[in-house]
């Protein structure tokens, strides 16, 4: 069989990724059992699966709680659907954005900031971040990164970033100092733009560059 083809995360926490689909069988979903791995509320824990035979892969709903849609259909469960190349995956409505893709496919050269979650990595321009960010900083990028352009509270960062025993201590100033550290690791890196916005009165937002 020719090489295996890949899934490219197009939308998610895993955003910009490359996977390549080795096996014949790769199944999606927050379960850290799976292939690929979507470590979020709304995804089942087996949510669908790619499967591979001598005439091509096929996408399968394993009768997931949000859905699965290929182009814009939505899946019946466990009825497999032929995957074409290009085709688009949306996996719980819109939260997650796959494309299948052929084996020769690359990603070009980002030039912004590209967040790997299930390795704790940030990347600049194709360059990993050193020294890393602590998990604290990381926490707070990664919640701003998911909301991309929208406004996050700092009612609704305190959360995903601080325990619930710390929470009740966490103050606006704590909040605004650990995004001005983040702020400042960014751009010690990439002078030449500001990822994490400041809004007053309302919170913090991530921008991309352009």
């Known amino acids: 069989m ?89 996996l719980a409505g819109d939260l997650v954005l796959l494309q299948f893709v052929d084996a020769g496919t690359t990603l070009p050269a980002h030039r912004g900031l590209v967040l790997i979650p299930e390795k704790a990595q940030v990347r600049l321009a194709e360059k990993e971040l050193q020294p890393p960010l602590s998990a604290q900083q990381f926490k707070l990028l990664h919640v701003l990164y998911e909301k991309e352009s929208h406004v996050v509270s700092r009612e609704a960062i305190v959360p995903r970033v601080w325990t619930r025993e710390q929470a009740d201590g966490i103050t606006d100033e704590m909040i605004d100092a650990l995004a001005a550290r983040v702020r400042k690791r960014l751009r010690e890196n990439d002078p030449d733009h500001d990822y994490i916005q400041t809004v007053r009165g309302q919170g913090f937002k991530f921008v991309q560059k352009p």
């Open 2 to 90: 020719d090489a295996p083809a890949k899934i490219l995360i197009r939308k998610g926490s895993r955003k910009n990724e490359m996977i390549r689909l080795e096996a014949d069988r790769v199944s999606i979903g927050r379960a850290e059992s799976n292939g690929i791995v979507l470590n979020l509320e709304q995804i089942s824990r087996q949510h669908a699966e790619i499967t591979r035979d001598q005439a091509g892969y096929s996408l399968t709903d394993l009768a997931s709680r949000n859905g699965t849609w290929i182009n814009g259909m939505r899946l019946k469960a466990h009825e497999p659907v032929r995957l074409e190349l290009n085709d688009e995956i949306q």
